[in-house]
C-alpha cells in the first residue's frame, strides 16, 4: 500500500526527485527576488538559461542515460515539473477560445466595411507566401546538408497520421457545432462562428441599434475583462518558463541528439534564415527590427519554452497591441489565423527537410519538377493541417503522401523521437512569422499611426 501510494500518487520514489522538486522550488524564490531588479524581459531570457542549466543537472545526475525515460525518477521529476509548466500552459489555453470569439467579434462589429475584406485576402496571401519562402529555405539547406545520405535506418513504431483529403479538411474547418470548435481548440472554425455573429450585428445595428446595443456593450466589457485575465497569467510566465525548459532536456537524452545532430543544425539553420526574413518584412513595413525583437520577446520565449502556437496565442496578441501599437482588430485576427495555418516552422521548413531526407533515403531521384511538386503541396497543405493536433508530424503525412511517398515515412524515426528539440525552434519561428504578417498587414491598410516604433 506504501509503495503504491508513494509510486502511483504522489509520484516520489526516490530522494532525487524530492531533490530536483526542492531545486526548482528554491529557483522560483530566486526569481521571484530578481522580479524586483530585473526587467520583465531580461528575466525571462535569465529563465531560459536557468531551466536549460536544471536540465542538464537532471541528465547529468543520472548520467546521461541513453534512454531518459526508463528512468523512474526523471519520469517523476518531469511529471512534477509538468504540474508547473503545463499547468501554465493550460492557463493560457484556457483564455484562447474566449479571447478569440470575444476578439473577433469586436473586430467585425467596429471595422469598415472595405477593410474586412483586405484584412483577410492579404493575412492569407502573406501566409501562403512565407510558407511558400519556408520551404524553399528548407529544401536548400536539406541538400547542402545532404540529409538523410548518411542516415542510420531506425525501426520505428511511428505511423502515418490519417491523411484526409482537402475538401475533407476544409469541410472540417466549418463550425457545425461551434461548441465542439471551442472545446477542440479549432480557431479557424471558432473565426468563421464570430464573423458570422460580427457581421449579424453590423447589419442588424441599423435598425434595431436599440436591441443589440446590450450585446455591443457585453462584446466591449467582457473583452477588457479577458484581457485584464490575459495579463494576469502573462505575470507568471518567468515561474512556467525554467520547468517547461528543464523538462524537454531532462526527457530527452543527449546520446538521441548526436546520432541526428545534422538534422537539428539544418533545422535550427533554416530557422534562423526564416527569421531573418521576418525582420526584413517587419523592416519593409516601418518597423525597427531591433525594437521589435525587444518588445515581442516575451511571445518568443513562450513559444520557444511552451512548443504551442495555439497557447502563445494570448501572448502574441499583448505584445502586438501593446508594445508594437499594431490595431487590435488586425492583431486579433491575423493572430487567430496564424495559430492555426500558414506556420512557417511545422508547416513549411520541417516538412520541406523531412521530405528531401527520405527522398535520399529512398533513392529517389529529385529534379526541378520533384522540388516545385514539393513546394506546392507544402503550401497547399499549410492551410490543410489547420485545427488539428500533434500539427508537425500531420504536416509531413500530407506532404509525403503527397509526393507519393508514403510507404518511407517510417524511416523518419530517429528524427520523430526528438521531436520536442525541434519542435522548440519550429514553433517560435510560426509564432515570429505570424507577427511578421500582422505587423505588415496592419501597415499596408493604413493603420500605423504616429505613436509606432519607425526605422531611424
Known amino acids: 500500500m506504501s509503495s503504491t501510494f508513494l509510486s502511483e500518487f504522489l509520484l516520489i520514489t526516490n530522494i532525487k526527485t524530492v531533490l530536483m522538486i526542492a531545486v526548482l522550488i528554491g529557483i522560483f524564490f530566486v526569481i521571484n527576488r530578481m522580479s524586483k531588479k530585473f526587467k520583465f524581459n531580461k528575466l525571462m531570457i535569465i529563465s531560459i538559461f536557468i531551466g536549460l542549466g536544471l536540465g542538464i543537472v537532471v541528465q547529468a545526475i ?56 483586405k484584412l483577410t485576402f492579404r493575412s492569407i496571401f502573406m501566409f501562403f507566401a512565407t510558407v511558400a519562402v519556408a520551404a524553399i529555405i528548407g529544401i536548400i539547406v536539406a541538400n547542402l546538408f545532404k540529409l538523410g545520405t548518411n542516415l542510420q535506418v531506425v525501426n520505428n513504431n511511428d505511423e502515418m497520421r490519417e491523411v484526409l483529403s482537402l475538401p475533407e479538411t476544409l469541410l472540417g474547418l466549418l463550425p457545425s457545432n461551434p461548441v465542439k470548435a471551442m472545446a477542440d481548440g479549432n480557431t479557424v472554425a471558432v473565426v468563421i462562428f464570430a464573423v458570422f455573429l460580427g457581421l449579424a450585428v453590423r447589419r442588424l445595428r441599423k435598425k434595431y441599434m436599440d436591441i443589440v446595443k446590450p450585446f455591443i456593450d457585453l462584446v466591449e466589457a467582457f473583452y477588457k475583462i479577458i484581457v485584464s485575465v490575459t495579463i494576469t497569467v502573462i505575470k507568471m510566465m518567468p515561474y512556467a518558463v525554467v520547468p517547461l525548459m528543464a523538462s524537454t532536456i531532462a526527457s530527452r537524452g543527449v546520446k538521441s541528439l548526436l546520432d541526428v545532430v545534422d538534422f537539428i543544425v539544418a533545422l535550427y539553420i533554416s530557422v534562423i534564415i526564416m527569421f531573418v526574413i521576418h525582420l526584413v518584412i517587419i523592416a519593409l513595413s516601418g518597423v525597427n527590427p531591433f525594437t521589435y525583437l525587444k518588445n ?45 495555418m500558414g506556420m512557417n516552422g511545422c508547416a513549411g521548413i520541417y516538412p520541406a527537410l523531412v521530405s528531401v531526407m527520405l527522398a535520399n533515403m529512398a533513392g529517389i531521384e529529385m529534379n526541378f519538377t520533384f522540388y516545385v511538386m514539393l513546394i506546392v503541396v507544402i503550401t497547399i497543405s499549410s492551410l490543410g493541417i489547420a485545427g488539428i493536433p500533434g500539427v508537425a508530424t500531420m504536416s509531413v503525412s500530407v506532404v509525403v503522401s503527397g509526393m507519393g511517398m508514403g510507404a518511407y515515412f517510417p524511416l523518419a524515426g530517429a528524427i520523430l523521437a526528438i521531436d520536442p528539440i525541434l519542435d522548440m525552434g519550429r514553433t517560435m519561428l510560426n509564432v515570429n512569422g505570424c507577427m511578421a504578417v500582422a505587423i505588415a498587414v496592419d501597415n499596408s491598410l493604413n493603420k500605423n499611426d504616429e505613436e509606432k516604433v519607425k526605422i531611424a
Open 62 to 117: 543520472a548520467k546521461f542515460p541513453s534512454d531518459p525515460t526508463s528512468v523512474t525518477w526523471i519520469n517523476e521529476v518531469t511529471t512534477w515539473y509538468g504540474l508547473f509548466g503545463n499547468g501554465f500552459m493550460d492557463l493560457l489555453k484556457m483564455i484562447v477560445v474566449p479571447l478569440v470569439l470575444v476578439s473577433i467579434i469586436r473586430v467585425i462589429i467596429n471595422m469598415k466595411d472595405d477593410n474586412l475584406g
Open 296 to 340: 515581442v520577446s516575451r511571445a518568443l520565449v513562450v513559444a520557444f519554452t511552451s512548443r504551442s502556437s495555439l497557447g502563445t496565442l494570448p501572448v502574441t496578441m499583448e505584445v502586438l497591441t501593446e508594445n508594437m501599437k499594431v490595431d487590435s482588430g488586425v492583431a486579433s485576427f491575423v493572430t487567430s489565423l496564424g495559430s492555426n
